[in-house]
């Protein structure tokens, strides 16, 4: 590769870019590779009734008119119920309980607690005087009857949309999935087309190092780490030629790779000690549990004898006198 050291400092400086560059359209072949083995043909299903109604904020948006307008329309026949509340309390009241009712339920993850949490609320608000109970049932059950309501004018128009679109899906699903298809065999083309020219820049560089390193240095040792070690042995004056470089690189690698063996010996026995003190603690306390256990058995035991020998002894006196 060179006479000098400073033509070898010079060479070894080309290998390093080639090198670099090498494993740089290894890599760049892994990643299109990655990506031709995970493509696949885009699919195309229609949504179900439930996500249609989840994503749809129009419908949310009705549903809740709806619901606003039969709670005033159900309010303003159930008002007189007994309760001489003003309506303009009574509608904003059954407003914000259905609000903390849809909270509640969204923020607990059963009903039964959302239940128990507005129950909750509803002593809480008793307990302080808001307003009496009874007026928050009445909201809670004017609420519960104006959104059910709302729920069956709502599911007809809901069902019509969903069918209205699902008619146009299935019109045009054909010539969507063609397109599709299309695109996938298109980006397949560009991949494997990508992957042909990466690999034809990889072989120029490996044609560019042999021709470089000729005879003089093994492939293997044409690694970014390597070059980077040759490099810095000779700037550093350790080595004065190739073949110091590779002797002092063979023997820096056996010695990194004796530590990291008796780093792995250290670990596997610290993690060994670590398991057998575990071990020693929950005997140590399955003893004490155990000792204490016999410890209350023999309380009781001399408590009860106790007991019998108070009693005879009792009997005793009584027989004596």
Known sequence: MGDSKEKLLKNLNVLQELVIERDRYIKKKDDLSRELNSLKPKGHHFISIFEFIKKNIILKIIFSIFSILFLILILALYHPLGYNVPMIIYVPLSIIISFIVIVIYKKCDSILKSILSLVGILIITNIFKILPIDYYINSLFACIVAMTISLIICLPICLIWYFVKFSKFMSTKNEIISKNKEIYEQRKNELEE????????????????????????????????????????????????LKECINLYEKEIAQEKEQNKLYELKLAKQKALEKELAEKQRERKEREQREKENSESFKKIAETMGNVQNYIDEEKRRRKY
């Open 194 to 241: 990508s992957i042909n020219e990466v690999d034809i820049e990889t072989q120029k560089c490996i044609e560019k190092i042999n021709k470089l390193i000729k005879k003089d240095l093994h492939y293997n040792y044409c690694t970014k780490n390597a070059v980077e070690r040759f490099i810095n042995y000779l700037e550093f004056y350790r080595c004065d030629n």
